[in-house]
């Protein structure tokens, strides 16, 4: 092992370092805590800029379309095998995004496990192929 590593094992002593994809979003939270924490506050602050904010007044050149901003979100659901899903589907959790405007997070999707949404066969989204 490089040394390197073991002084990043050292580091982190309760990572499993089996988990790849834990291991870089704890790399991605770091890299973003450097660029944007003095600027924008914390890593999970939540954006205070309103939806549909530049709706009816001019987009700052910053958040134009030629720097690729967000404006519309979709989430679909689907079964990667059959029978992955059992109905109803209680969803729950945080689904958040970041744009080029003030790198805060923008929640698009919130709700507690105690509060989940309940989805049914009658009313999920079809598969499409």
């Not at 744009?99 to 989940?116: A, L």
Request: hydrophobic letters at 30%.
């Amino acid at each position: 092992m490089r040394e390197e590593d073991e002084e990043e094992r050292a580091k982190y002593p309760d990572e499993d370092w089996s988990d790849m994809l834990g291991i870089r979003a704890r790399l991605y939270r770091e890299d973003w805590e450097s660029c944007y924490q003095g600027k924008y506050g914390p890593f999970h602050q939540i954006t205070p800029i309103p939806p549909m904010r530049y709706t009816d007044e001019p987009v700052p050149i910053y958040a134009s379309d030629q720097y690729g901003t967000l404006q519309f979100f979709s989430v679909k659901i689907r079964e990667r095998t059959e029978g992955g899903l059992q109905w109803p589907l209680h969803v729950y959790g945080i689904v958040a995004a970041r744009d080029i405007i003030d790198h805060n997070r923008n929640i698009i999707f919130s709700r507690e496990r105690d509060n989940c949404q309940i989805l049914t066969e009658e009313v999920h989204i079809p598969r499409f192929y």
